[in-house]
């Protein structure tokens, strides 16, 4: 990447922060106001970079530009173990769970079954395997968002209430009570993350080309799937599900940043969503009144670049 | 080290129960060329990926210069053998500088010094690719991308190179440039195991032929005991008449 589109990009992300905490800052309640900026701020941030950091990793694990961990079903797999747990304890049950303990479980539960799942197609040689993943996954995704709502549908009416309402994603009002959680599981992934980056470089070329360099391909493999879960349940947990944001951050990424390292493409991929999500809620909550609309813009351009990268046969 | 050759032993490999390599045990010596020749389908590319541990085999052992492939740590083997698949596409976009450079990896895990830069700056030169280093490999044509992922494996440096079919998309200059190369990594103690298909090559640089058919080894053996007239003409069920040329064999497969 060119020193001067990494400049760009980070003057952005500073005026969209910029704009986000002080554009319209009265003089009485400052710090106040100030204070529930920053919060959701942060809870933005960390949204945008796990959900770009996702999306990177699960791409180079996958071979595949056109794959999210969102179309894979990553996100409907949090919703349904959501729902079954509404559906065992009770809304009141549910709604009594500590919110740090309930958050782990999930998310925990959540790492455990993708890795099981993906880990098994993902992690061998058999040159088939890539097309394989990505009829499973899709598949799965299928799989997972009807038995949530399967699940939903057979609730009571107030439970299923509580599953739709983590079901859509709602930028305007990220689950206030798990931020401090979903930090402490996000911080150290990305952190590990970009320590792996020279592995990822070399996950990249693909089994054949990583194992004679001396890579235990299997193990990132498994390490990487983790990740991805990790900073899914993160975004999903904080906001819902958000089928095509990633998308578009990656391809953003790798145009801007062709053949970068993967530390660079991680942390591009990060500013980017982290500006287009920030400057994005700015524009919609503050300037049209529109608090819960973002999503549903994005998703819709995202669908778009989808198609576009599925016309010029960019699928593989 | 020992260079004592890539040991086989009981080594098979099967896909859903169809076997496509029938157990086989055979030494490949070290310090030598040995191609690895039979018809489409044979099981040569099997054979090599299993050494190159890209697949787990069912069963069996194969041993590199005395180091177990199922045992020893992976980084370990990447010093020890490099090895190059037939089909070389990459999902990444990538340099050729880029792409010879990961040959590095196994010595210097991502933080190249001096010695990996001139590695990578000999493999370019060597492979007549100095003009192309910048280029991104999906802008090259087919033999100059073959060429920079030959590089790529030369960089590597290690004690044995396993090559299947790198003479695909190269032109006769390149290919004979290759075949010398690979000799003169031997005369310097490397071990090479190389799959052709143009038996000439073979006859002309290799020291020793492994020739095989429907996933068995069938023989083995110097080129002029291997490449005979009745040997090949079985080997691939089609009548090929072999002449002579400079005391080795010359194939007639052509006519
Ligand atoms: N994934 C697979 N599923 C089923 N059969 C396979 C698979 N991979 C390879 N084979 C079969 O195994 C046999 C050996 O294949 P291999 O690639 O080793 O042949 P080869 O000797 O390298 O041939 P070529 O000269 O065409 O490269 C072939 O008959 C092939 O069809
Ligand atoms: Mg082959």
Redesign the pocket.
């Known amino acids: 990447m060119r020193p001067r589109t990494a400049l760009v990009i980070a003057l952005l992300l500073a005026l969209a922060v910029a704009l986000w905490l002080f554009q319209g800052l009265g003089p009485g309640n400052t710090r106040f106001v100030l204070g529930l900026r920053a919060a959701k701020l942060a809870a933005l941030a960390l949204v945008a970079a796990s959900v770009g950091m996702a999306t990177v990793l699960f791409q180079t694990v996958a071979q595949n530009r056109i794959l999210t961990p969102a179309i894979m079903g990553f996100d409907a797999l949090y919703l349904l173990i959501q729902s079954l747990a509404v559906a065992t304890l009770g809304t009141v049950g549910f709604a009594m769970l500590p919110a740090g303990a309930k958050f782990a479980a999930e998310t925990l539960l959540m790492t455990a079954v993708a890795v099981a799942l993906f880990g098994a197609l993902l992690g061998r040689a058999?040159?088939?395997a890539i097309g394989r993943t990505i009829l499973t996954g899709v598949v799965l995704g299928i799989l997972f968002r009807s038995g949530a709502t399967l699940v939903a549908r057979m609730l009571d009416p107030n439970a299923h209430a509580v599953v739709q309402a983590a079901s859509f994603a709602d930028f305007g009002r990220p689950a206030a009570g798990t931020l401090g959680w979903a930090a402490a599981v996000a911080l150290p992934a990305m952190a590990l993350a970009l320590a792996l980056g020279p592995g990822f470089d070399l996950l990249a070329l693909g089994r054949e080309r990583a194992v004679p360099l001396g890579l235990p391909h299997r193990a990132m493999v498994l390490i990487t799937l983790a990740l991805v879960a990790l900073l899914t349940a993160v975004s999903t947990a904080l906001v819902g599900p958000v089928a095509f944001f990633g998308l578009i951050v990656a391809g953003l990424a790798h145009a801007l940043a062709p053949g970068a390292r993967h530390r660079v493409l991680l942390l591009t991929a990060a500013a980017l969503a982290a500006t287009l999500l920030i400057g994005g809620q700015w524009a919609f909550e503050r300037l049209l009144g529109l608090r819960a609309t973002l999503s549903v813009v994005i998703e819709c351009a995202g669908g778009i670049f989808f198609l576009a990268l599925l016309l010029k046969g960019r699928i593989r | 080290m020992t260079a004592t050759g890539i040991e086989i032993s009981g080594l098979r490999h099967a896909?859903r129960g169809?076997e496509?390599l029938a157990p086989a045990t055979l030494t490949i010596p070290a310090g030598r060329i040995t191609a690895l020749i039979?018809?489409?389908?044979?099981?040569?590319?099997?054979?090599s990926r299993l050494i190159a541990r890209i697949e787990p085999p069912p069963a069996g052992t194969v041993a590199v210069n005395g180091l177990d492939v199922a045992t020893t740590r992976t980084g370990r083997l990447a010093r020890e053998l490099a090895f190059l698949g037939?089909h070389t596409t990459l999902a990444s976009r990538l340099r050729v500088r880029e792409l010879v450079a990961f040959g590095r990896w196994p010595h210097c895990h991502g933080r190249p010094g001096p010695e990996d830069h001139a590695a990578v700056a000999r493999a370019l030169d060597d492979f007549d690719l100095a003009p192309l280093a910048g280029r991104f490999l999906d802008t090259l044509s087919g033999g100059q991308a073959q060429r920079a992922h030959l590089a790529m494996a030369v960089a590597q440096q290690t004690p044995w190179l396993i090559l299947d079919?790198p003479l695909n998309n190269l032109d006769l200059a390149h290919a004979r440039a290759l075949m010398a190369h690979l000799a003169r990594l031997r005369d310097g103690g490397g071990s090479i195991l190389v799959?052709l298909?143009d038996l000439n090559f073979a006859a002309a640089w290799a020291d020793n032929v492994v020739a095989?058919k429907a996933?068995r080894v069938i023989a083995e053996g110097p080129p002029a005991a291997v490449l005979t007239e009745d040997r090949l003409s079985a080997l691939y069920d089609t009548e090929i008449r072999v002449g002579s040329h400079g005391g080795r064999p010359l194939v007639l497969h052509h006519l």
């Open positions: 058999a040159p088939d | 896909i169809t496509i039979g018809p489409n389908g044979a099981g040569k590319s099997t054979l037939q079919e799959v298909h095989m996933g």
